[in-house]
T-cell receptor, first 115, second 113 residues
């Protein structure tokens, strides 16, 4: 699986958009971009994923550049409860006989939402 | 609530002992993953099972073993425990045919004294 690079930490004012970047310059054509977050010592929580098109759900938006070498997770109106470590992962989608893939979590970005 | 249940939530034991951590995946999920998270390290993938069979192995020590039972619950066995085994142990499950996302339990915090 391709490696990702994220800034170690970021701050964001409450109510403002949080834009978390991720570099995955060695991503291959069949690898998806996944975002998870971990609040304090809770279990990581799935946020969103995408292949090449921008995606949006109730939690966030994912913007993937046209060359797919980087992406940005956007939390449109950050709240204090969004303070967490955010992980960007690239991974081949499991399917057929491809069950042996695992998610490799890097150090992530520690987002602090400030009042 | 992810639907993944892990027990026990907390466990304190002594060096040299053996413990078993249990995970019940979400209803219908066939894949179970185990991860270890130490204080000074990130989430480390240990092992994955799919419908009772081992599918992938990560940085799992020989003192550790796991299995997935016919009812799809999984157990992680840690033996000859050392101080450095103190960590959070997470279990996750994923559905077959889904989009590949993992659903994590709340973890089992192991303290080895």
């Amino acid at each position: 699986d391709a490696k990702t690079t994220q800034p170690p930490s970021m701050d964001c004012a409450e109510g403002r958009a949080a834009n978390l970047p991720c570099n995955h310059s060695t991503i291959s054509g069949n690898e998806y971009v996944y975002w998870y977050r971990q609040i304090h010592s809770q279990g990581p929580q799935y946020i969103i994923h995408g292949l090449k098109n921008n995606e949006t759900n109730e939690m966030a938006s994912l913007i993937i550049t046209e060359d797919r070498k980087s992406s940005t997770l956007i939390l449109p109106h950050a709240t204090l409860r969004d303070t967490a470590v955010y992980y960007c992962i690239v991974r081949v989608l499991a399917g057929g006989n491809n069950y042996g893939q695992n998610f490799v979590f890097g150090p992530g970005t520690r987002l602090s939402v400030l009042p | 609530d992810s639907g993944v249940t892990q027990t026990p939530k907390h466990l304190i034991t002594a060096t040299g002992q053996r413990v078993t951590l249990r995970c019940s995946p979400r209803s219908g999920d066939l894949s179970v993953y185990w991860y270890q998270q130490s204080l000074d390290q990130g989430l480390q993938f240990l092992i994955q099972y799919y419908n009772g069979e081992e599918r992938a192995k990560g940085n799992i020590l020989e003192r550790f073993s796991a299995q997935q039972f016919p009812d799809l619950h999984s157990e992680l066995n840690l033996s000859s425990l050392e101080l450095g085994d103190s960590a959070l142990y997470f279990c996750a499950s994923s559905p077959r045919g889904g989009s590949g996302e993992l659903f994590f339990g709340e973890g089992s915090r192991l303290t080895v004294l």
